[in-house]
């Protein structure tokens, strides 16, 4: 009976990005999310989208790559494979937030 409950379980992020077997995951890059800094949305819009986009944020990280964002002029977002990457940012994109993506070096 056990078996059966385990195998509903899905993944959320399968719905993001295909996984990868290990041995190509090491060799794809990463890439970086990057959240420019805007004059037009309040501090809390930007946390609220930012934790919306991208679930695994907690509110403190969602504040930190705020206030980088509006101390530096672009703070980190998040690290990880293209696919996700694209999809974040055009998310937040969509959401009136100016977010790009770079190779992670």
Not at 6 to 23: C, N, Y
Not at 34 to 57: A, E, K, S
């Amino acid at each position: 009976a056990m078996q059966s409950i385990s195998t509903t379980i899905t993944s959320t992020d399968s719905a993001v990005a295909e996984k990868k077997p290990e041995s190509l995951r090491k060799k794809s890059p990463l890439y970086k999310v990057l959240l420019h800094n805007d004059p037009v949305n309040t501090m809390d819009y930007v946390v609220m989208i930012l934790r919306q986009v991208v679930p695994r944020l907690t509110e403190q990280a969602a504040i930190a790559v705020m206030l980088e964002a509006h101390q530096t002029g672009v703070g980190l977002v998040i690290i990880c494979d293209i696919e996700p990457a694209e999809f974040y940012s055009q998310s937040l994109n969509a959401k009136g937030l100016t977010s790009t993506i770079e190779k992670d070096s």
